[in-house]
């Protein structure tokens, strides 16, 4: 079964760059036809997703955020990233990566890693 | 985008009873991306229900998901303990995921 991880620095400050990694291991990224996703969720707040890169290498992000995200991925290593820049406190929240499908839902999640926004 | 309005926004119930809970959309979506999710302090969302009705691998048939164009709804037959938790749907769309903003069904 296709597990998800992430890691990244658990702190970023102000106007600076958030930076996360997502490994995933029992299946190969760059195989079927999924969405591989970042969602966050604020503290005591509902779910947002972020964005995607397919299988393929495309991207598509949420319109909301669409200028500050990046997402890339290193299919050799079954990595993805998102690198999300000119963070403020509302950016703290916690990040999840996530297996969608072509139906639409996200069938594999990390367990989400806290990241606060703080000087 | 399709903004998706969870009611109630919590539901207070005691363990057999019947929860019902209720997911509509702004505009008319195809059932096929319709999804529910269960949420637990501190971990991850789980899928319980996609494309409207059918249950995730391993989740109970106490589970049930039902509707079509803006109203969907997810039914849990009987409370069990372990179900008082968080609930979203989630929809997809043109590349693009919204979720409601969740129901949270705790014990009465």
């Known amino acids: 079964q296709v597990q998800l991880q992430e890691s990244g620095p658990g702190l970023a400050k102000p106007s600076q760059t958030l930076s996360l990694t997502c490994t995933v291991s029992?299946?190969?990224?760059?195989?079927?036809?999924?969405?591989w996703s970042w969602i966050r969720q604020p503290p005591g707040k509902g779910l947002e997703w972020i964005g995607y890169i397919s299988y393929s290498g495309s991207t598509y992000f949420n319109p909301s955020l669409k200028s500050r995200v990046i997402i890339s991925a290193d299919m050799s290593k079954n990595q993805f990233s998102l690198k999300l820049s000119s963070v403020t406190a509302a950016d703290t929240a916690v990040y999840y990566c996530?297996?969608?499908?072509?139906?639409?839902?996200?069938?594999?999640w990390g367990q989400g890693t806290l990241v606060t926004v703080s000087s | 985008e399709v903004v998706l309005t969870q009611s109630p926004g919590t539901l207070s119930l005691s363990p057999g009873e019947r929860a019902t809970l209720s997911c509509r959309a702004s505009q008319s979506l195809s059932s096929r991306f319709l999804a529910w999710y269960q949420q637990k302090p501190g971990q991850a969302p789980r899928l319980l229900i996609y494309?409207?009705?059918n249950r995730a691998t391993g989740i109970p048939d106490r589970f049930s998901g039902s509707g079509s164009g803006t109203d969907f709804t997810l039914a849990i037959s009987r409370l069990e303990p372990e179900d008082f938790a968080v609930y979203y749907c989630?929809?997809?769309?043109?590349?693009?995921?919204?979720f409601g903003q969740g129901t949270k069904v705790e014990i009465k």
């Open positions: 494309g409207a009705s």
């Open positions: 029992g299946g190969s990224m760059s195989r079927g036809d999924y969405y």
């Open positions: 989630q929809q997809y769309e043109t590349s693009t995921w919204t």
């Open positions: 996530a297996r969608g499908g072509g139906a639409g839902h996200f069938d594999q």
